[in-house]
């Protein structure tokens, strides 16, 4: 079992998050690091952040649905994952959900 090191993963994607050309990665990193904390509300926020600044980030739309398909909202889930292979036809996590 590998120890938890989520405190150093932040120090380091936190500053990466300023830098434009790794904002979405980044973002997507601390987003499912604060979801799998607890913080569920949180990393929805900064899904949220990403997809406003890039409506059509596929891995956004993906997880979106992953975590819509928790809520029991699959629905909205459906559409999330449907936009997300409309973005990245390509993205087999997204075609799954879809």
Do not use: C, S
């Not at 990193?29 to 799998?36: E, I, K, N, P, S």
């Not at 569920?40 to 596929?58: E, M, S, Y």
């Not at 889930?77 to 449907?82: D, F, S, T, V």
């Amino acid at each position: 079992m590998r120890p938890k090191r989520t405190g150093d993963a932040r120090a380091i994607l936190e500053p990466l998050v300023k830098d434009r050309q790794a904002y979405a990665d980044a973002q997507m990193r601390l987003a499912q690091l604060t979801y799998d904390g607890g913080n569920t509300a949180a990393a929805k926020k900064l899904v949220d952040d990403l997809l406003r600044r890039n409506p059509g980030h596929a891995g956004a739309l993906q997880v979106r649905a992953k975590w819509l398909l928790v809520d029991g909202r699959p629905a909205q889930a459906l559409e999330a994952a449907r936009a997300a292979v409309t973005g990245a036809p390509r993205l087999v996590g997204a075609l799954y959900l879809g």
